[in-house]
Structure formats: structure tokens, C-alpha cells
């Protein structure tokens, strides 16, 4: 028989990323609950290579990595932008197309390569995707799910946020993620709406 879900009872949470974007919006996610958050790159873990083809499988190779070496629950994110024009691509790939001949990031050229390769096709549609896995030491992994759809605009328009945010336009509005301040951002962006999943599945109640 499958296992109930599981909560958190207090005490420490890793974040599994080194990324300071997804950090800062954990980080800020959780501050209501009270819960001692530490990062993976303030404990000093190594990043794990993301070898899997799913988010899924990324999103729990990151927390495992983290839970395992600590013996700690670890909560980490695995997200990416699906261009509808592209079949869903860079997708689970996202960060990759930002990674540049000397192993840097940068999120311009990523960009224009979106733009590059969709240009050609009226459809402008575009979702980011999240997952977040919580992983616990002895190998438990639950997930949650959290999606924001919308459309890609080129040129990418504004300075906030992180990563593609200057490309995207949530449904309903008219300002890319990189025209909003975080609080606005928080309301309709697909890491928010997976957080609210685990906030209801592993600290609810
Ligand atoms: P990964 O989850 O480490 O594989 O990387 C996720 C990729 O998607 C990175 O390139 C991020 O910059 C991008 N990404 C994920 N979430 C967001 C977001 O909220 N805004 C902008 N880019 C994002």
C-alpha cells in the first residue's frame, strides 16, 4: 500500500538550489510559516548533475542530493518555460540554453534564441512549469505542481525577477515578470502555485 503523504514537523528545511532567483522566492514563501530554511550553497553541497528528462526526476535528484547528505527534509524546484511554438521547448532544458562556451549563464542570448527559433510562427503562447520535490533522508520524495501560462514577447521587456522573466507575460496582465515587483509576481507564477500545493499537502493541517 502506497505511503500517506507526509508533513513536515518543523525543525530545519534545506532548499536544494543554488540558483538566488528560485532562493529568493522560497525564501520568501516560507518566511510566514516560521520554518529555519538553510541553502544548499550555505551548507556547502555540491550542485548534482541534472540527469534526468522529466522535472520530476531533476526536481528529486536535487532534493535527494540534499536530504541524503544532511539528514535534513530538502525541498528543491525543478522549472523551465515551454514555448508552444517550439513543442514545448527549451522545457526541461531551460537553463541549458543559457549556458555559455566558458560554462557562464547568460539569459540574453537564451532569449534571442527563443525569439531566433519561434520567429516564424504566429503562435505566441508560453508557460512556465514548476515542480517542487520534498525529499526526506530515508529516500521519500513527495511532489507538487504549479503552472502560469501566458505569452513571449521580444524584445524581453524589464529588470526584475531572474532568468527569462523579461520574456514572459502572465495571463491577465500586460507587464512581463521582469516589469513586476515580486509581490505581483508571487499572485500568478507557477513556483508560487506549487508552493501553495505543498503549503496544503506538507504543512497543512
Ligand atoms: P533548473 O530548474 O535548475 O533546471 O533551471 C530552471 C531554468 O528555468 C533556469 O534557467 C531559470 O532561469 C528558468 N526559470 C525557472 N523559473 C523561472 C522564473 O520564475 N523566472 C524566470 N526564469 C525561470
Known sequence: MAEAPRK?????????????????????????????????????????????????????????????????????DDSGVMIAALGGAPGVYTADWAITADGSRDYAAAMARVAEEAEGSPDRRAAFVSVLALAWPDGHVQFYHGRSDGQWVYPPRGTQGFGYDPLFIPEGDTRTYGEMPPADKALTNHRARAFAQFEAGALGG
Open 8 to 76: 513536515l514537523a518543523g525543525g530545519k528545511l534545506v532548499l536544494a538550489s543554488h540558483n538566488a532567483g528560485k532562493l529568493r522566492e522560497l525564501r520568501a514563501l516560507l518566511t510566514p510559516h516560521g520554518i529555519e530554511v538553510v541553502s544548499a550553497g550555505e551548507l556547502g553541497l555540491p550542485e548534482p548533475e541534472e540527469t534526468g528528462t522529466t522535472f520530476e526526476e531533476n526536481a528529486a535528484i536535487k532534493a535527494l542530493a540534499a536530504a541524503t547528505a544532511t539528514s535534513l527534509p530538502a525541498l528543491a
